[in-house]
């Protein structure tokens, strides 16, 4: 079954499924790790509910726009913003599909990309996307749960990627440092 799609995943939003929400610890690496925004761009890619871009942009600083394929969740994501002009900015796009000229910058200092990772269907073209996309010098944030984390009979035990899922994330790029969280690894990948 194809699961990076908008057949899939609209109809989850649609009827009010949930994800796993950030909590402090996870939160607190991703500032470590990617720092403080000062205006320039970030790209929150399949974002959801959108808290993971609305905190890069309010926090940290960033110009942020999230993207997801699934209109639910960008719609859920935009009502959240409170005021004119404070939230970030909130695109349906298809990140493996889509013409990424669709996104408002060419390049970004900062992509994340959270719980989405295991989901896409043909993880190195993902990936090559967003070599394309991830400025000199800018930090791609992957936040994923890996495989062996969950006893072997647990219903959630397949939500993780493989070894080598790992191997073709990290691959090709020039500085690549994780962080365990539970069932969790964060990645911050620079070019
Ligand atoms: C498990 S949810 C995680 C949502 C959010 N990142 C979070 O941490 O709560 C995966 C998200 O990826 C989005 N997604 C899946 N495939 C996508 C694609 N090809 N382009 C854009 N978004 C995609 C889904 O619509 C969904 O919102």
Same mark, same amino acid.
């Given at each position: 079954?194809?699961? /990076?799609?908008?057949?899939?995943?609209? @109809?989850?939003?649609?009827?009010?499924?949930?994800?796993?929400?950030?909590? &402090?610890?996870?939160?607190?690496?991703?500032?470590?790790?990617?720092?403080?925004?000062?205006?320039? @761009?970030?790209?929150?890619?399949?974002?959801? &509910?959108?808290?993971?871009?609305?905190?890069?942009?309010?926090?940290?600083g960033y110009r942020t726009t999230g993207v997801d394929c699934s209109p639910s969740a960008i719609a859920l994501a935009a009502s959240q913003d409170t005021g004119p002009g404070l939230g970030p900015v909130w695109?349906?796009?298809?990140?493996?599909?889509? &013409?990424? =000229?669709?996104? $408002?910058?060419p390049a970004y200092a900062a992509i994340t990309c959270r719980l989405v990772y295991r989901?896409? /269907?043909d993880k190195p073209a993902f990936v090559d996307r967003i070599h394309r996309l991830l400025a000199p010098g800018g930090t791609?944030?992957?936040?994923?749960e890996v495989a062996g984390r969950r006893a072997a009979t647990h $219903?959630?035990? /397949?939500?993780?990627?493989t070894?080598?899922? =790992?191997?073709?994330?990290?691959?090709?790029? =020039?500085v690549v440092r994780t962080a365990d969280l539970d069932v969790l690894r964060c990645y911050a990948l620079r070019p």
């Open positions: 079954m194809t699961t /990076d799609t908008a057949a899939y995943w609209e @109809p989850l939003w649609a009827e009010g499924r949930r994800y796993r929400q950030l909590n &402090d610890a996870e939160t607190q690496l991703l500032d470590e790790h990617l720092g403080p925004g000062c205006a320039r @761009p970030a790209l929150d890619i399949g974002c959801g &509910d959108g808290a993971l871009a609305r905190h890069l942009h309010r926090e940290l695109k349906c796009l298809d990140i493996t599909a889509d &013409d990424l =000229s669709a996104l $408002p910058d989901w896409m /269907d791609f944030w992957v936040v994923t $219903p959630l035990q /397949d939500l993780g990627i070894p080598e899922e =790992s191997e073709v994330l990290t691959a090709g790029w =020039s």
